[in-house]
């Protein structure tokens, strides 16, 4: 087994590589010169060749990539141009904000989701499945923004029950940084949580259709036991795979999130970044993010192997 | 993934005239009877024919310009004269969907077919070639795949700059892996068929292998993944445009309707509200009509 847990792990090295080329690349696309841009009015030469000995701008691009892995290596991701702040140090200031957005979208997502798929799926051609489709394919088809400013508008504008925007973190005061964080929560949770019913349920139809499920029922088991107990159990392992390729959807989804109900968290300093042209930072909030990304499939694919008991004792 | 299908005969209309001619029409027409009793899936294709006719008849549905201000009709609530109401400047909402359409389908169509094109040549190459060449397109695609779909298409279409174009671009370049993915497994299963090794006996050469036998099989799961990947790119667009990197205003685009309407959710709510269900009508459909697709083409799956 852990033979088989290395393997993934060096299967992700040359992806690794690859992907931060791809980042290093990405500031190759900038129509422009970076350097005159920074020198200002004056063009003065002295200037404009110290700033490209600074940058590093002088040297081949091999060089300049096997540079900014070193600096990335060591936790440097670059300074931000607009404010100076290292970047490292603006991702994790913001990081907090969207970990508590996606924690309580991912509750929203999960418990939504994975009772409605059981469900669905044990009552498979009833009403409540047609039920729970229909709404499944519709919140899959919702722009998730645009939920969010209905949501504000009904929830915050006429009803007055929720805030409708800002953070408070819930060292300052819990409750209230619970309640503002739960309409951009639902809003994130909803899109993944009919995808995972989705996936739920057929994950659950292909294993209740295995003979030892009907063995369990022949030998007089209760039929929620035989649900919850055997098919669930065995239909957890692709769901598994499926919640780690959410947590993707879950990074993008906060970035619209976070604008829609200004969340200070790190969707909101990307979009910001954008709009600053302050590409260190977007490098630096994208690199952030293919890692954890990558991080989380690999755990997923680790977590695969543990929950299979076939591949576990191989 | 689909364990290969045992007939050479494509359950979809195959594009080659060739393989077309290859198929049984019974096989074929069985697949379109499957479709046809899916009211779901009519509903889909339905839903996409309105979206499409709406975006082409656009400027013959309504009497309104849909870019110039008028300022004597600022934020009218909905009425005989303008069914969904005015927006900030005066404008049509109804006048400014239908021309929205076009940018929405037009971003969905071209995204997905910059992904297309792209995707599934690498793909086929990966899977019928495999060795190095599989290593190397796999090894890109996975790259591609590690950063999420949104925040690549955030970060291409933030470096290229805004506008409709480099949004679609960014858009195809973000969901082509997924092709790439898609097709390299489907080539694989193809490529051990016996159909494709008696091609290989006869002498033909891997390019006709690939264009006659490889595609032709391949070819129906990657149409559903399409129709699926345009609901998606709609929303990736409406998504670019609402935080300001797609369609650039005064022209209209679903997504940056919703940016400037968000400011006025309070006094002008049907500003926010239209906009926002033809996005989700128009992505209901391409979901419908790729789950009708998928149960017509790829029976296995259901």
Same mark, same amino acid.
């Given at each position: 087994?852990?033979?088989?847990?290395?393997?993934?792990?060096?299967?992700?090295?040359?992806?690794?590589?690859?992907?931060?080329?791809?980042?290093?690349?990405?500031?190759?696309?900038?129509?422009?010169?970076?350097?005159?841009?920074?020198?200002?009015?004056?063009?003065?030469?002295?200037?404009?060749?110290?700033?490209?000995?600074?940058?590093?701008?002088?040297?081949?691009?091999?060089?300049?990539?096997?540079?900014?892995?070193?600096?990335?290596?060591?936790?440097?991701?670059?300074?931000?141009?607009?404010?100076?702040?290292?970047?490292?140090?603006?991702?994790?200031?913001?990081?907090?904000?969207?970990?508590?957005?996606?924690?309580?979208?991912?509750?929203?997502?999960?418990?939504?989701?994975?009772?409605?798929?059981?469900?669905?799926?044990?009552?498979?051609?009833?009403?409540?499945?047609?039920?729970?489709?229909?709404?499944?394919?519709?919140?899959?088809?919702?722009?998730?923004?645009?939920?969010?400013?209905?949501?504000?508008?009904?929830?915050?504008?006429?009803?007055?029950?929720?805030?409708?925007?800002?953070?408070?973190?819930?060292?300052?005061?819990?409750? +209230? %940084?619970?309640?503002?964080?739960?309409?951009? *929560?639902? $809003? =994130?949770?909803?899109? @993944?949580?009919?995808? &995972?019913? /989705?996936?739920?349920?057929?994950?659950?139809?292909?294993?209740?259709?295995?003979?030892?499920?009907?063995?369990?029922?022949?030998?007089?088991?209760?039929?929620?036991?035989?649900?919850?107990?055997?098919?669930?159990?065995?239909?957890?392992?692709?769901?598994?795979?499926?919640?780690?390729?959410?947590?993707?959807?879950?990074?993008?989804?906060?970035?619209?999130?976070?604008?829609?109900?200004?969340?200070?968290?790190?969707?909101?300093?990307?979009?910001?970044?954008?709009?600053?042209?302050?590409?260190?930072?977007?490098?630096?909030?994208?690199?952030?993010?293919? +890692? %954890?990304?990558?991080?989380?499939?690999?755990? *997923?694919? $680790? =977590?695969?192997?543990? @929950?299979?008991?076939? &591949?576990? /004792?191989? | 993934?689909?364990?290969?299908?045992?007939?050479?005969?494509?359950?979809?209309?195959?594009?080659?005239?060739?393989?077309?001619?290859?198929?049984?029409?019974?096989?074929?027409?069985?697949?379109?009877?499957?479709?046809?009793?899916?009211?779901?899936?009519?509903?889909?294709?339905?839903?996409?024919?309105?979206?499409?006719?709406?975006?082409?008849?656009?400027?013959?549905?309504?009497?309104?310009?849909?870019?110039?201000?008028?300022?004597?009709?600022?934020?009218?609530?909905?009425?005989?004269?303008?069914?969904?109401?005015?927006?900030?400047?005066?404008?049509?909402?109804?006048?400014?969907?239908?021309?929205?359409?076009?940018?929405?389908?037009?971003?969905?169509?071209?995204?997905?077919?910059?992904?297309?094109?792209?995707?599934?040549?690498?793909?086929?190459?990966?899977?019928?070639?495999?060795?190095?060449?599989?290593?190397?397109?796999?090894?890109?695609?996975?790259?591609?795949?590690?950063?999420?779909?949104?925040?690549?298409?955030?970060?291409?279409?933030?470096?290229?700059?805004?506008?409709?174009?480099?949004?679609?671009?960014?858009?195809?370049?973000?969901?082509?892996?997924?092709?790439?993915?898609?097709?390299?497994?489907?080539?694989?299963?193809?490529?051990?068929?016996?159909?494709?090794?008696?091609?290989?006996?006869?002498?033909?050469?891997?390019?006709?292998?690939?264009?006659?036998?490889?595609?032709?099989?391949?070819?129906?799961?990657?149409?559903?993944?399409?129709?699926?990947?345009?609901?998606?790119?709609?929303?990736?667009?409406?998504?670019?445009?609402?935080?300001?990197?797609?369609?650039?205003?005064?022209?209209?685009?679903?997504?940056?309707?919703?940016?400037?309407?968000?400011?006025?959710?309070?006094?002008?709510?049907?500003?926010?509200?239209?906009?926002?269900?033809?996005?989700?009508?128009?992505?209901?459909?391409?979901?419908?009509?790729?789950?009708?697709?998928?149960?017509?083409?790829?029976?296995?799956?259901?």
């Amino acid at each position: 087994m852990l033979r088989v847990i290395a393997n993934r792990l060096l299967v992700a090295v040359p992806t690794l590589i690859l992907v931060s080329m791809l980042i290093f690349g990405l500031q190759k696309l900038l129509p422009g010169d970076p350097v005159l841009a920074m020198a200002g009015e004056e063009q003065d030469a002295q200037m404009i060749a110290t700033l490209r000995a600074k940058y590093h701008l002088d040297e081949p691009v091999p060089v300049q990539y096997a540079l900014w892995v070193r600096d990335v290596a060591h936790g440097n991701l670059g300074v931000s141009l607009r404010t100076d702040v290292p970047v490292a140090s603006l991702i994790a200031q913001k990081l907090p904000v969207t970990i508590q957005l996606a924690v309580m979208a991912m509750v929203f997502a999960l418990g939504i989701g994975i009772p409605a798929g059981i469900v669905s799926a044990a009552h498979r051609g009833s009403a409540l499945d047609y039920g729970a489709n229909v709404v499944a394919l519709s919140g899959m088809s919702i722009p998730n923004f645009w939920l969010g400013i209905m949501l504000i508008f009904l929830v915050s504008v006429r009803w007055h029950l929720l805030p409708s925007s800002g953070y408070v973190p819930p060292t300052d005061d819990f409750w +209230l %940084s619970i309640k503002t964080m739960l309409m951009p *929560a639902f $809003v =994130l949770g909803a899109a @993944l949580g009919a995808q &995972l019913m /989705r996936h739920t349920r057929s994950a659950m139809l292909s294993v209740l259709r295995a003979d030892y499920i009907r063995t369990a029922r022949a030998k007089g088991l209760l039929r929620g036991a035989v649900i919850v107990r055997h098919a669930f159990r065995n239909a957890l392992v692709p769901i598994v795979t499926v919640l780690a390729l959410l947590f993707g959807e879950l990074l993008g989804g906060a970035v619209l999130t976070e604008q829609v109900f200004t969340i200070p968290g790190f969707g909101k300093l990307v979009v910001d970044a954008v709009f600053n042209r302050d590409y260190a930072v977007v490098q630096g909030v994208v690199l952030v993010t293919a +890692l %954890s990304f990558l991080i989380v499939n690999l755990a *997923a694919d $680790v =977590l695969y192997i543990l @929950l299979n008991p076939r &591949l576990r /004792r191989s | 993934m689909a364990t290969p299908s045992t007939s050479p005969a494509p359950l979809a209309p195959a594009p080659s005239p060739r393989a077309d001619a290859e198929a049984p029409p019974r096989r074929r027409r069985r697949g379109l009877v499957r479709f046809m009793r899916n009211r779901a899936a009519v509903a889909g294709a339905v839903i996409v024919l309105i979206v499409i006719a709406a975006a082409i008849l656009a400027p013959w549905l309504s009497p309104y310009d849909p870019v110039q201000a008028s300022f004597l009709t600022v934020r009218q609530a909905p009425s005989a004269a303008h069914w969904f109401g005015t927006d900030e400047l005066g404008r049509d909402v109804l006048t400014r969907l239908l021309c929205g359409a076009r940018a929405s389908l037009l971003a969905g169509v071209v995204s997905v077919g910059i992904a297309v094109a792209l995707g599934v040549p690498l793909g086929l190459a990966a899977g019928y070639f495999g060795g190095l060449v599989d290593g190397v397109v796999s090894r890109i695609a996975d790259a591609l795949l590690s950063i999420p779909f949104l925040i690549l298409a955030i970060a291409l279409a933030a470096f290229l700059g805004p506008s409709l174009t480099n949004a679609m671009a960014a858009i195809g370049i973000s969901a082509m892996p997924r092709f790439v993915r898609l097709t390299r497994g489907q080539a694989i299963s193809v490529k051990a068929e016996d159909y494709v090794e008696g091609a290989r006996a006869i002498g033909l050469g891997h390019y006709l292998i690939i264009v006659r036998y490889v595609l032709p099989n391949v070819l129906p799961p990657i149409i559903v993944q399409a129709s699926l990947t345009v609901a998606m790119a709609i929303i990736a667009e409406a998504s670019l445009s609402f935080l300001g990197l797609g369609q650039l205003p005064p022209a209209p685009s679903w997504g940056s309707m919703l940016n400037t309407a968000k400011d006025f959710v309070s006094q002008a709510p049907w500003m926010s509200i239209f906009p926002g269900i033809a996005i989700f009508v128009a992505v209901l459909g391409f979901n419908l009509l790729g789950d009708g697709l998928r149960d017509a083409l790829d029976p296995r799956e259901s």
